[in-house]
């Protein structure tokens, strides 16, 4: 787009850079955990999510983007960078492809196989205690409470909420690996 | 750091708990613990997916929170002010919405196998009208007086 074109004006303005730090802070851990789920390694991740950030922000301040989706469009970025780069190519996660709301790119085999590993590990969590099910579950519906918190709202030390989360992790774990 | 990374250990790194520094360059280098975090990644991302799937009825991934051109530049406040998804539409809303429809149907219906209103009665008139699942009938059956055109009967 040219400066200071007719067109431009009709795009806002940039965001301020405090706010695109909020949002960063918001949606890192699921760049990242997308990144993981990749094969892409930690200061890797954390290189490639720093691009699709600067690269994303770049765009939103020249108003080559309409609609700000996130963390859809970093992640997708990011995965562009780590594709062109070459080093995991084609061992993109099924289950994230398989998940996304919007990308129907993902082929339906890919979906298919995500949805499989999605009811393997809905299987292995029905076969856990309620209890248990109910201490995993509080961990994810708010994951924004530290698990002391969390522990003592449900009446159980640290130790065993932590223990009992392993627990359950383990099992999950195993059913998924199972799977493949 | 060179020991590897502990179940719990990986379940912190995916999740973004503790104090992440402290592992990441020993999985940038081991690459059984490199897996090992990337099979981790699968089941924190299943798992995620299937909490979602509980409380909002699709396990797709929330990525997208579509503005409209016009929308102004999202500060974080405005972020945290945008409407929540619409709801999924579930199987009772369908099954209320059908049972409407039918409902409608056998009222629009009921009026014609009604035996013809003889000159000089009233005519029973409904109406009826399904919005989103909910049913509102009005009926209006009795003396109707129809005031003239002249104001008097």
Partial sequence: ???????????????????????????????????????VRPTRARELAADAWSGLYESWRHGRLPVL???????????LLERREGRTAGRAAPLEQALQAVDLSASPERRAEGRQQLRRVEEALDHCSPRARELFAASYQHP???????????????QRFRQTLCEVRARLRTALEDGE | ?????????????????????????????????????????????????????????????????????????????????????????????WRALAGGA????VLAVLPAMAPEPTAGTDVPCA???????????????????????????
Avoid: N, Y
């Fill in chain 2, 1 to 93: 750091m060179s020991a590897h990374l502990s179940a719990e250990q990986l379940s912190w790194l995916v999740r973004g708990e503790g104090d992440l520094t402290r592992w990441e360059p020993h999985v940038d280098v081991c690459a059984e613990c490199a897996a090992a975090v990337e099979r981790e990644a699968h089941l924190e991302l299943a798992v995620q997916a299937l909490f979602r799937e509980q409380r909002c009825g699709t396990s797709a991934i929330p990525h997208f929170k579509v503005l409209p051109e016009d929308a102004p530049v999202p500060t974080s406040r405005a972020w945290r002010a945008l409407p929540e998804e619409a709801p999924v539409p579930t199987s009772r809303a």
């Fill in chain 1, 144 to 158: 924004e409470l530290p698990q002391a918190v969390l522990a003592r709202r449900l009446g159980v030390s640290l």
């Fill in chain 1, 69 to 79: 989706e996130l963390p859809g469009l970093v992640i997708a970025h990011a995965a």
């Fill in chain 2, 127 to 153: 109406g009826v009208a399904v919005d989103g699942g909910a049913l509102l009938m009005m009926a209006a059956v009795g003396d109707v007086e129809t005031p003239s055109a002249h104001g008097t009967p």
């Fill in chain 1, 1 to 39: 787009m040219i400066e200071g074109s007719p067109l431009q004006e009709a795009v806002s303005p940039p965001a301020p850079d405090a706010d695109w730090d909020a949002l960063i802070r918001t949606h890192e851990r699921a760049v990242l955990l997308a990144l993981f789920a990749r094969g």
């Fill in chain 2, 102 to 105: 039918v409902l409608a149907l």
